[in-house]
């Protein structure tokens, strides 16, 4: 698990095919390794990659078929910069929200501009998303904690104060940049539950949360 603040950005140092899928190096530049054991956790751009190396100056990690077909690790090069952060500890604190760093989709920023001394993001996500993004709720943008400040349809806006823009990758972000999106970890178990015993059919999934759905279950006044 993770709290959504990152601690260091750092540099995909060598892509490596393995056997149809990957294994990557990260430099870690500011983060500091010195208690990070092999099998521990790193969000590398939300992405919880396991380590697997310890080069001294970075980590190695393996990357599934699944997570590069789902996710920004598709574009990743050498030279690329990433968001890091280690796993949450109990000492830790939490100053962002729970991130799982199991990446739901990908975004894609809509437009940038200037509002004051923050950056204004315009970002779409995938359609099926769109229910999991409230305002003033919370959402991970490749391994960033963040306050969704407007909601329209699958698009919702970030204001990123300066801080955040100099001491992660945001900074770097244009119209058509596309970046791993993880939801709310709650609104996606609070929709396993709406569906009640209901789960436990074969084929059942959260799409069968209709309006006529919680009508039935007795969740609105409407039969």
């Known amino acids: 698990m993770f709290t959504g603040i990152v601690e260091a950005v750092g540099e995909i140092m060598a892509t490596e095919p393995k056997d ?49 077909g789902l996710t920004t690790v598709k574009h990743w090069k050498v030279g690329s910069r990433v968001n890091l952060e280690k796993a949450l500890t109990p000492q830790s604190r939490l100053g962002g929200h729970i991130v799982s760093g199991h990446v739901d989709g990908i975004g894609r920023v809509v437009s940038r501009h200037s509002d004051a001394r923050a ?43 300066p801080h955040t823009l100099s001491e992660t990758i945001i900074g770097q972000y244009q119209t058509g940049t596309e970046v791993n999106l993880e939801v709310d970890l709650i609104s996606r ?12 059919q074969p084929g059942v999934s959260s799409h069968a949360i209709t309006e006529g759905f919680l009508a039935e279950h007795g969740f609105t006044g409407k039969r």
Request: aromatic share 6%; charged share 25%.
């Open 119 to 161: 950056e204004r993001f315009r970002l779409k996500a995938p359609d099926s998303l769109a229910k999991y993004i409230a305002h003033k709720g919370s959402i991970t943008i490749d391994g960033t904690s963040l306050t969704v400040n407007a909601v329209d349809g699958a698009e919702f806006e970030l204001a990123i104060v």
């Open 189 to 200: 178990y609070l929709e396993r539950l709406l569906l009640g015993e209901a789960a436990a």
């Open 20 to 68: 149809g899928d990957l294994r990557v190096r990260v430099k870690t530049h500011g983060l500091d390794l010195t208690d990070v054991a092999m099998g521990d956790s790193i969000a590398t751009n939300g992405v919880c990659l396991t380590v697997v190396g310890l080069p001294g100056d970075g980590y190695w990690a393996d990357v599934s078929v699944e997570t590069i």
